[in-house]
């Protein structure tokens, strides 16, 4: 019998040794239980089993996929030209001033790295200035902007530290280690100066934010070491660009950070006076954009997609790779398209659509959008070709769900079992939707509903998608626009206008029976109304909660298109729940929901519903 030597398990490695040896004539009649040989075939084991792990160990540890070590997985990831991304500082955007100083010089100015403070929760975070602010008198007023002339200032949290290095004679080839495991590698300044005395100096450079090299570049180079730390190394003076020399001094400065628990901060305040005056902090977008050092499963999924990108934006998958990458610690996910496959056709654009974090300010999301446009598609896409973003839409599901239970397996109630049948689908729906390009599969659901207890017998599900119109912020966007007249015209309490909604799926045909589409309940000149389609047709009409129809023809729908237009549709202000009014449809195909493009799935948990019903039929009855 052959010994599997890569066996994992000690006793059947021992059960092989022993069979092995029971095969020979010699121990043909031997009883191995308590025997002296025993003991031999437990050290034999064990040394095969040791052996065994370390090989699967090794193994494992050779490849990206199946790496369990952060250290071999970081190792893999440089081996592509993947830098993991360390821990990331909060972010907040604020304006500072000071009022009422008629005294004061012709200008003020707040030196780069003064601190400010904010509470979040029980903890105080310490947010820094990253560059010096200047304010010029203006009516005995000082705003204070950034040498951009921008009054928007930029904090961010952590603590700013420095390392110093001092270059010997065998320079070629070193490396120099920031022993900090929280450091926020983006804030990295690295200044060579000519020896230890000097004050002049040279800045480097991280070699990924350097468009071209040269071999006068100064660059640096950054990676993680084995234990959580990080270290920068140079060129050797050749390829890429210049190395610095022997007796240089290095300096480092850094931000040490407490990453994503910063985030959430909305309230700034700093203890610095300017000629006794206190600064007033005005926030524009709380503190957003804290991060961990990325995680190793992370890593695995970033990694060959950024080798695959090359750091050039050519495909849409490229976008998708570098804007994730860079931009991570923001959005939760980012999907792009070409123009050619745009409806309609747009060339000469590259859309990317960005689905934030939920604690990322519009203000916040704003700046980011232009980062990524200064900072990736400016530098690295093709010419003439612009980005342009687009926001994310959610179509949200409706699911009514119903199973039948056996009463004899049944673990307690109905009312239970329907209870845990509903959490498990509303936590379905946040593992497996909510992303772009994620698709919705009934029968994977219904197949997993079905598996939750013994005592369910079958499921089955009806399926229906719902787009929403923002009645409120339309309505105020025209209030403004009428206030802002040269002569105001009077704030509506109604809107009034052809409206239209788009699904990214085909819809169900006309139905003799069914609606197909349904609005939620709405007011319309003081009344309570419903949209829906005449049986039959694509027609819209408004009904009243009686069915009794006023408006016979209010638009119609196209299954083909998913489009669901109405026209002059007129809904009373505060006439309806929530935002605005929900359009829900039956899809054709309520199997499988695949949406396109910056589309997103979600559950309306709110419309969804779940019924368990005993099923009697399946006990058997004594007669």
Same mark, same amino acid.
């Given at each position: ?12 490695? &021992? ?68 830098? *993991? ?89 070193? @490396? ?15 200044? @060579? ?7 002049? #100096? ?15 570049? &100064? ?8 234990? +959580? ?18 007796? /240089? ?10 990453g994503s628990a910063a985030n959430g901060g909305v309230s700034f305040s700093t203890t610095l006076t300017l000629d006794g005056q206190p600064i007033t902090v005005t926030t524009v977008s709380g503190s957003a954009g804290g991060a961990e050092k990325e995680s190793s499963d992370s890593i695995k999924l970033n990694a060959p997609r950024s080798f695959s ?39 000469? &654009? ?11 300010? *519009? ?45 004899? $397996?049944? *673990? ?25 390009? !994620? ?50 015209? *009077? ?20 139905? /003799? ?8 309940? #709405? ?12 049986? +039959? ?15 016979? /023809? ?27 009014? $929900?359009? !829900? ?30 099923? /009697? ?7």
């Amino acid at each position: 019998m052959a010994i599997q030597n890569s066996e994992l398990d000690f006793f059947q490695i &021992k059960s092989q040794l022993q069979t092995h040896f029971e095969q020979q004539s010699e121990f043909s009649d031997y009883d191995f239980t308590a025997s002296g040989l025993s003991n031999i075939l437990d050290v034999l084991a064990h040394n095969t089993h040791i052996n065994a792990l370390t090989a699967n160990m090794a193994i494992n540890e050779s490849f990206l996929t199946s790496a369990q070590l952060r250290s071999s997985v970081v190792s893999h990831a440089e081996a592509l030209g993947y830098v *993991p991304k360390s821990k990331i500082s909060s972010t907040a955007l604020v304006s500072l001033s000071i009022t009422d100083y008629p005294a004061g010089p012709a200008s003020l100015t707040i030196p780069v790295g003064t601190e400010f403070s904010a509470s979040i929760g029980a903890s105080v975070f310490t947010f820094t200035t990253q560059e010096e602010c200047t304010a010029l008198k203006e009516s005995n007023n000082y705003v204070f902007k950034t040498s951009s002339g921008s009054s928007t200032i930029t904090l961010k949290e952590g603590v700013n530290r420095s390392k110093t290095f001092i270059v010997d004679s065998e320079a070629v080839g070193a @490396v120099y280690v920031i022993p900090d495991t929280t450091i926020d590698t983006s804030t990295i300044n690295v200044r @060579v100066y000519e020896n230890y005395l000097s004050t002049n #100096f040279l800045t480097f450079n991280d070699i990924n934010t350097v468009p071209t090299i040269t071999p006068d570049s &100064k660059v640096f180079l950054l990676r993680e070491t084995s234990n +959580g730390y990080y270290e920068i190394f140079f060129s050797d003076g050749n390829i890429l660009g210049a190395a610095p020399l022997a007796n /240089n001094r290095i300096e480092v400065d850094y931000i040490s950070t407490r990453g994503s628990a910063a985030n959430g901060g909305v309230s700034f305040s700093t203890t610095l006076t300017l000629d006794g005056q206190p600064i007033t902090v005005t926030t524009v977008s709380g503190s957003a954009g804290g991060a961990e050092k990325e995680s190793s499963d992370s890593i695995k999924l970033n990694a060959p997609r950024s080798f695959s990108a090359q750091n050039r934006l050519v495909t849409s998958s490229d976008y998708t790779a570098l804007i994730s990458s860079n931009f991570g610690s923001y959005i939760q996910d980012v999907i792009a398209w070409g123009g050619n496959d745009n409806i309609p056709p747009q060339y000469g &654009k590259v859309f990317a659509s960005l689905n934030f974090l939920d604690d990322v300010a *519009p203000s916040t999301q704003t700046a980011v959008k232009e980062l990524i446009k200064d900072q990736l598609t400016s530098n690295l896409s093709i010419m003439s070709i612009d980005t342009e973003f687009v926001d994310p839409q959610e179509t949200f599901l409706e699911l009514s769900t119903a199973f039948n239970i056996d009463p004899v $397996k049944m *673990p307690s109630s109905t009312e239970a079992l329907q209870a845990q049948v509903d959490a498990f689908i509303k936590q379905y729906a946040l593992d497996n939707l909510n992303t772009f390009e !994620s698709i919705f599969r009934r029968s994977n659901l219904l197949t997993q509903v079905d598996q939750l207890s013994t005592a369910i017998l079958n499921s089955r599900m009806s399926v229906r998608v719902q787009q929403r119109i923002n009645i409120d912020s339309e309505l105020e966007e025209i209030n403004i626009a009428r206030q802002a007249l040269p002569t105001p015209l *009077p704030i509506l309490d109604y809107l009034e206008k052809d409206q239209s909604v788009n699904f990214p799926f085909q819809l169900a045909s006309p139905d /003799n029976d069914d609606h197909t589409v349904i609005s939620s309940v #709405f007011k319309s000149n003081g009344q309570n109304v419903v949209i829906k389609n005449k049986l +039959g047709t694509t027609q819209l009409q408004i009904l009243d909660l009686n069915d009794i129809i006023k408006v016979n /023809n209010a638009g119609s729908y196209d299954p083909a298109k998913g489009t669901v237009s109405m026209s002059a549709l007129r809904v009373d202000e505060d006439g309806y729940t929530g935002t605005g009014i $929900k359009i !829900s449809a039956t899809p054709a195909n309520q199997s499988t929901l695949i949406p396109l493009r910056n589309y997103i799935i979600t559950l309306d948990e709110d419309l969804s519903t779940t019924i368990g019903f005993v099923d /009697n039929g399946a006990s058997k009855v004594t007669l």
